[in-house]
């Protein structure tokens, strides 16, 4: 019923940048903790950002300062703008949300996943 549907992701050059989307069905994505979490080849997932529902938010040291996570209340969606793309943010990014924990993030469960969107950077 709770569902998370992510939009393509892309390839883009180096030092370039591109915008992720997640829609969420069943449920209010301002009512919850949401998260996008990536994994690269060869590598453990990696919880990169997430934004309870105050709007406070985290980031990773890794994109801090290059990436934004946002909230479309209007198209019930999370998204992530990703700029100054390096290689090693070539991964499969998955959006997620905890739908049990009350809207915030500590302590979190993401129990809702979407399916998954490849992003590849090059030179």
């Known amino acids: 019923q709770v569902q998370l549907v992510q939009s393509p992701g892309g390839s883009v050059q180096a030092g370039g940048s591109l915008n992720l989307s997640c829609a969420l069905s069943?449920?209010?994505?301002?009512?919850?903790?949401m998260a996008w979490v990536r994994q690269a080849p060869g590598k453990e997932r990696e919880e990169i950002t997430y934004i309870d529902k105050e709007g406070s938010i985290w980031y990773a040291d890794s994109v801090k300062g290059r990436f934004a996570i946002s909230q479309d209340n209007a198209e019930n969606t999370l998204n992530l703008q990703m700029n100054s793309l390096k290689l090693e943010d070539t991964a499969l990014y998955y959006c997620a949300a905890d739908i049990v924990n009350g809207g915030y993030c500590y302590p979190y469960e993401f129990s809702v996943w979407g399916q998954g969107t490849q992003v590849t950077v090059f030179s």
């Open positions: 069943g449920a209010t994505v301002s009512g919850y903790c």
